[in-house]
C-alpha cells in the first residue's frame, strides 16, 4: 500500500461533469489499496471572479483580506469535490489550509511553507478517508489566512508529501508531461518519460509553465518523487526525481518564455558599485532581474542591460528613472519584443560544445542573439520575440530531441 | 465609550454600493467614540448560489460538506466589508467563525453555540480595530466548521455581544423596526419603539419576520439589549429589553404566518399514549409541532389536529401513514390554504377579555376559527389563508394598535 499526493489544478474542477472525472480517478487510486492526499485549486474563473468582486471595492486592498477572500475559492472545490466522491460511494472528508497545519511565514499572498501539521490528515487517513485539501492557503503565526502566490498549490501538494513521507506526488494537469519543447510551437516536441529536479527546475523557471519552480525547489529539498500526468487521460506522464550523474551530454529540451522585457542603462558610470546600485534597488522593490549583461566599459562609462518579467517593467524604468542622478547614467531603453529561448540539461556544464550548437542552430536560422546567459544546466539565448517560433524548431532539431 | 455590536442581512451587502453604505454606517458609529464588531451575512444571492452548485454534485450532500461550503459566503462578505472600510480611512480586520472561536455543538448544518472564545476580538479592539465577524458559522470539538442554520448570523452578533459584554446589539434590517402588524397588510400599522423579550420571542415565532427567536431567546437569556433598524436610513429602530411587568392589558401588535400547515388524524383510538405516540414520532423526525387541538373523544375514538410548517408536511404526512397500524386511526387530513393570526403582549394573561376581544373581531369581520391556543403573553387562531389580510387588519382596529 502507498500513500499518495494528487493535485489537480482549477481546470480540472471547473465544472460538475470535471468534477466527477477527478472524483473517479481519486476513487480508482484509492481503490488499489492507496492511501489518497488530494490537493485541489479553486474552480476555473473563481479566483478572477474573488479578484473583480475587490477591486470593485478597491483598486489596493489590504493582503491580508485579499487572502482571506481568495482562500473561499479552494474551500468551495474542496467541498464540492468531496460531496463527489461520496456520491460514488468513498469516504472522504475536504479539510481547509488551516485544517491541515499549513503553517506559513506572516508575509500574505505570497507567503511561504514553514512547516506542517500534520496530525489530523494522518488520523483522517487512519479512519481510511480520502483526504481532500484545500491547495494554495495556509494559516500564520497569528492565526490569519494567508495564500501561497503562484503555483501555490502545487507547492502545497508537495509540501504535504513531504511532511507525510507519501510514495509519491502527482501533478494533473492538461498536458501529458513535459515536454522536449511546447508541442504548440514544436511538432515533434517528445514527452519526457523521466526529468531531473535540476533540470525540471531550469525548464520551470524558463517558461515551461508545467510547474512552478517554487514546487520543483521544495521536491528536491525533500525527494519527494513528483509526477506530471494528464487529468483527462490514462498516459504516464513524465516522472521528476533525483537525476544520476550524466557522463554525456543530454540536452533535455528546449523553453522559451514570453514574458521577459529587457532594459538597457546606456552611458553608466563605470565605478566600482554601480551594478550593485541598480540591483539593490530592483531587489528592494521587488522586481525579479533574470539574464544580466554588462558591456566593456570605456572612457569610464560602460552599458548594463537586464531582462524583467514584462509585469515588472512599468515598475522597474519608474525606479531607474527617479534615481537617475544616483546612478549616473545617460538614457533608459526599454525593449518589449524579445524573448528568452534556453536549452536545459544535466551535464551540460561539461560540454562546452552544447552553446556552440544551439549558436549554430540560430545562426543558420538567421536569428539574432541580443543576450546570453548561462548556467550549469542551461543555456539561454534573448530574441526577438518574433523569431521564437523558428528558434525553437531549429535548436529542437539540432539536438535531435524529437527522435 | 461604549461596545456596540451591529448586524448587517445578505441583502444590506447585496452589491459594491450596498457594502460602502453599510461601511459608512459603521465607520460613524466608530467615529462617534464606539468600539465596534460587525456581523455580516453571506452576500444576497451567494448562499443559493452554493447551494445550487452543491445540488449539481450530489441530492443529498453531506452536512459537514455543506457547512464547509456555504461558510465561504460569509467569508467573501466579510473580507470585502473589511476592504470598504479601509478605503474610507479606517482600520478593521475581518475574522471567520473559528477565527473568533467561536464554539459550538457538533451537530452540522443547524449546531448551537456553546461558548464564545473572544480573546482573539478582544485583542483586536484593544487595537483600535473595527472588528468584521463572519455570521452564521462556528467551529466545533473536532475543528470542524459548522454553520448555525436560520437566523444563523442574528444568533452570532447575540453571542458576540453576550461574550463581550456589549452595551447594544443593533439588528439591521430592511424594516424601520418591529410594527404592531405586517405594514405591507395594515395600512396604519405603527413602528414599536420598545417591546419586551417575551413579547418579540412571541412576535418572532409567529411569523412577524423580523428576528429569528434563537437570537431573542439568547437575548434574554443573557440580558442583551437589542435594536432593530433600518439599515438604509437613520431612524430610531425598535428596542428590545427585559420587560418591566405590566399591571394592565397591553396588547403589542398582531402578527401572522402563512408558513403553516394543518393535519387532522381522524378516529384515532381513545387511549392513554396516543398523543404521546403521535407527537414522540414527529419530535424523532425533527417535525416542528405548533399548535395542537384534540376532540372530545366518543365511542372510543377521537380526532387529533395540530399543524406544522409547510415544509415538514411530507415527511410528517409519510410518517404518520407509515406508523398506521401502530397509531390506529382511519385517515390522515390535510389542509394547506391555512394561515395563524396571533396577539401578543405581556400581561395578557391576567386579562381574560383580550382573547374574547379577539374573537369578536374576528366575528364581525364573518372569519371562522378553525383552532385556537393561548399562552401567557399571546393569542393564536388558525384561520383560511384567504382571510388572513382581513383579519389582521381587524384584530389591528379592534385593538386601536394604529393610534
Given at each position: 500500500m502507498s500513500l499518495i499526493v494528487q493535485k489537480y489544478g482549477g481546470s480540472s474542477v471547473a465544472d460538475k461533469e470535471k468534477v466527477f472525472n477527478?472524483?473517479?480517478?481519486?476513487?480508482e487510486t484509492y481503490k488499489n489499496g492507496n492511501s489518497v492526499v488530494?490537493?485541489?485549486?479553486?474552480?476555473?474563473?473563481?479566483t478572477d471572479d474573488l479578484i473583480e468582486k475587490a477591486a470593485e471595492i478597491s483598486k489596493h486592498p489590504s493582503k491580508r483580506e485579499m487572502d482571506m477572500l481568495l482562500s473561499t475559492g479552494e474551500q468551495i472545490s474542496i467541498s464540492l469535490l468531496a460531496m463527489a466522491i461520496h456520491e460514488l460511494g468513498y469516504p472522504a472528508v475536504s479539510l481547509t489550509g488551516w485544517q491541515v497545519g499549513m503553517e506559513t511565514d506572516s508575509q500574505y499572498s505570497k507567503s511561504r511553507i514553514k512547516r506542517v501539521?500534520?496530525?489530523?490528515?494522518?488520523?483522517?487517513?487512519d479512519h481510511n478517508n480520502i483526504v481532500v485539501v484545500a491547495g494554495f492557503q495556509g494559516i500564520n503565526k497569528y492565526e490569519d489566512i494567508t495564500t501561497l502566490g503562484?503555483?501555490?498549490?502545487?507547492?502545497?501538494?508537495?509540501?504535504?508529501?513531504?511532511?507525510?513521507?507519501?510514495?509519491?506526488?502527482?501533478?494533473?494537469?492538461?498536458?501529458?508531461?513535459?515536454?522536449?519543447a511546447d508541442p504548440r510551437i514544436v511538432k515533434n516536441a517528445k514527452k519526457m518519460d523521466e526529468v531531473s529536479f535540476d533540470e525540471m527546475l531550469e525548464l520551470a523557471s524558463l517558461g515551461a509553465g508545467v510547474l512552478h519552480n517554487r514546487s520543483v525547489e521544495m521536491s528536491r529539498k525533500y525527494n519527494v518523487k513528483m509526477?506530471?500526468?494528464?487529468?483527462?487521460?490514462?498516459?504516464?506522464?513524465?516522472i521528476v526525481k533525483e537525476g544520476k550523474k550524466m557522463e554525456r551530454m543530454v540536452v533535455k529540451g528546449v523553453a522559451h518564455d514570453l514574458d521577459v522585457a529587457r532594459i538597457a542603462l546606456v552611458n553608466i558610470e563605470d565605478e566600482p558599485g554601480a551594478a550593485f546600485k541598480?540591483?539593490?534597488?530592483?531587489?528592494?522593490?521587488n522586481v525579479d532581474v533574470d539574464i544580466i549583461l554588462q558591456s566593456i566599459g570605456r572612457e569610464n562609462k560602460k552599458d548594463i542591460s537586464f531582462t524583467v518579467k514584462k509585469s515588472s517593467l512599468d515598475v522597474a524604468k519608474k525606479i531607474l528613472e527617479e534615481n537617475q542622478d544616483l546612478l549616473g547614467y545617460d538614457e533608459v531603453k526599454v525593449r518589449e519584443d524579445v524573448a528568452k529561448v534556453s536549452i536545459v540539461g544535466a551535464g551540460m556544464v561539461n560540454n562546452p560544445g552544447v552553446a556552440a550548437k544551439m549558436f549554430e542552430a540560430l545562426?543558420?536560422?538567421g536569428i539574432n542573439i541580443h543576450m546570453i546567459s548561462t548556467s550549469e544546466i542551461k543555456v539561454s539565448v534573448l530574441i526577438s520575440s518574433a523569431n521564437v517560433e523558428k528558434a525553437v524548431n531549429a535548436i529542437h532539431d539540432k539536438f535531435e530531441l524529437g527522435k
Amino acid at each position: 500500500m502507498s500513500l499518495i499526493v494528487q493535485k489537480y489544478g482549477g481546470s480540472s474542477v471547473a465544472d460538475k461533469e470535471k468534477v466527477f472525472n477527478v472524483a473517479k480517478r481519486i476513487v480508482e487510486t484509492y481503490k488499489n489499496g492507496n492511501s489518497v492526499v488530494v490537493v485541489v485549486s479553486a474552480q476555473g474563473d473563481t479566483t478572477d471572479d474573488l479578484i473583480e468582486k475587490a477591486a470593485e471595492i478597491s483598486k489596493h486592498p489590504s493582503k491580508r483580506e485579499m487572502d482571506m477572500l481568495l482562500s473561499t475559492g479552494e474551500q468551495i472545490s474542496i467541498s464540492l469535490l468531496a460531496m463527489a466522491i461520496h456520491e460514488l460511494g468513498y469516504p472522504a472528508v475536504s479539510l481547509t489550509g488551516w485544517q491541515v497545519g499549513m503553517e506559513t511565514d506572516s508575509q500574505y499572498s505570497k507567503s511561504r511553507i514553514k512547516r506542517v501539521e500534520a496530525s489530523r490528515i494522518k488520523k483522517e487517513l487512519d479512519h481510511n478517508n480520502i483526504v481532500v485539501v484545500a491547495g494554495f492557503q495556509g494559516i500564520n503565526k497569528y492565526e490569519d489566512i494567508t495564500t501561497l502566490g503562484r503555483g501555490g498549490s502545487d507547492t502545497s501538494a508537495v509540501a504535504l508529501a513531504a511532511a507525510l513521507h507519501a510514495d509519491l506526488c502527482e501533478i494533473y494537469t492538461d498536458v501529458d508531461g513535459v515536454y522536449t519543447a511546447d508541442p504548440r510551437i514544436v511538432k515533434n516536441a517528445k514527452k519526457m518519460d523521466e526529468v531531473s529536479f535540476d533540470e525540471m527546475l531550469e525548464l520551470a523557471s524558463l517558461g515551461a509553465g508545467v510547474l512552478h519552480n517554487r514546487s520543483v525547489e521544495m521536491s528536491r529539498k525533500y525527494n519527494v518523487k513528483m509526477c506530471v500526468r494528464n487529468s483527462m487521460n490514462d498516459h504516464e506522464g513524465t516522472i521528476v526525481k533525483e537525476g544520476k550523474k550524466m557522463e554525456r551530454m543530454v540536452v533535455k529540451g528546449v523553453a522559451h518564455d514570453l514574458d521577459v522585457a529587457r532594459i538597457a542603462l546606456v552611458n553608466i558610470e563605470d565605478e566600482p558599485g554601480a551594478a550593485f546600485k541598480v540591483f539593490s534597488l530592483m531587489a528592494k522593490h521587488n522586481v525579479d532581474v533574470d539574464i544580466i549583461l554588462q558591456s566593456i566599459g570605456r572612457e569610464n562609462k560602460k552599458d548594463i542591460s537586464f531582462t524583467v518579467k514584462k509585469s515588472s517593467l512599468d515598475v522597474a524604468k519608474k525606479i531607474l528613472e527617479e534615481n537617475q542622478d544616483l546612478l549616473g547614467y545617460d538614457e533608459v531603453k526599454v525593449r518589449e519584443d524579445v524573448a528568452k529561448v534556453s536549452i536545459v540539461g544535466a551535464g551540460m556544464v561539461n560540454n562546452p560544445g552544447v552553446a556552440a550548437k544551439m549558436f549554430e542552430a540560430l545562426y543558420d536560422a538567421g536569428i539574432n542573439i541580443h543576450m546570453i546567459s548561462t548556467s550549469e544546466i542551461k543555456v539561454s539565448v534573448l530574441i526577438s520575440s518574433a523569431n521564437v517560433e523558428k528558434a525553437v524548431n531549429a535548436i529542437h532539431d539540432k539536438f535531435e530531441l524529437g527522435k
